[in-house]
């Protein structure tokens, strides 16, 4: 006998990774997920019932949630059938770039709320009854900046490491309960998530940021960025895909990236624990061989190394 679908609570689905997962998810042909998609505003709703297609009201239902907001959280889950959510996916994020200096303290704070937060205040509301029915799988859509620092995204890779961190701890207990945790870490994405970081930088002054760092910012990061984006950067299909293996399966990772062009740039942590590599290299590659870093980023981007998803 098929047993009943899993109801898979999703944040953040207004747009991107989220939408596209929440799609993915909804048109599984073996109807294996009741999905809950939700966004902030429901103005935004329409690209989603778009995808959704026939699905919508079936396998896809949309709902408010604010996850910066108890009463939103605690609304949504009202209107949950039993209030039983079996898989929930921490997606909703936002992103920050800029010199430090430049960034008020009420801004940096908003990134927690969102990305870190955010993401708790979820899980405490799903807990309970996960583990009243001892079982359940938290998924959360780090970074591979929750593994390595990025310049200029000091604030937004402290929030993803924050997340690797408090999942990381949560998983040793929750295995008690048979519930299981799955941090993915995706590269560069193409979703809307760089616009509005563009966006956000092209109307921001940065006050009190001295010239040199101002110039770092402008002439080297943000060129190097996009160029990064653009070489290595996957589809929202692709890494929705990972994640739909990863909530299918039966033992499911702590961790997993989705990005094997990334890899280059992240065993340079692990062959040296000591983080010395890692800094030293990047601060190279950025200040002292441009002329490799973009070489090597217009390899990547030829296509001659075939861009992975995993797991496949
Ligand atoms: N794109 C990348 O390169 C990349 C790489 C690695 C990891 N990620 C992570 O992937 C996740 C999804 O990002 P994306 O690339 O799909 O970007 P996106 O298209 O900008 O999606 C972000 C989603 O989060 C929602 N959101 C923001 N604040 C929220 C709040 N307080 N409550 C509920 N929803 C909120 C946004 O809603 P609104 O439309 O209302 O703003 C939007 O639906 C994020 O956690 C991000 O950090 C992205």
Redesign the pocket.
Known sequence: MASSPRTVLI??????????LAVQLAWDPRKRYQVVA????LG?KEMLEVAAGETLGKTLTVAQ?????DA?VAQCLSHIEGGDVDVLV??????LVGPLEGLSITTMQSVF???FF?AVRLVKAVLPGMKRRRKGHIVV?????GLQGVMFNDV?AAS?FALEGFFESLAIQLLQFNIFISLV??????????G?LLAQVSKAEFPGTDPETLGYFQDLYLPVSSQL?CSV?QS?KD?AKAIVKIISATQPPLRRQTNTRYVPLMVLKDLDPSGRLYVRIAHHLLFRWPRILHFSLHCLACGCHPNRVWPR
């Open positions: 944040s953040g689905c207004s747009s991107g990774l989220g939408l596209e939700t966004m902030r505003d935004k949630l604010d996850v910066c907001d939103s921490n997606n909703a994020g936002m992103g709320d969102t990305n955010g859509v780090s970074s591979v900046m937004y993803k870490e995706p590269g560069p994405v193409a979703t809307d998530f760089e509005k984006s950067g929202p890494v």
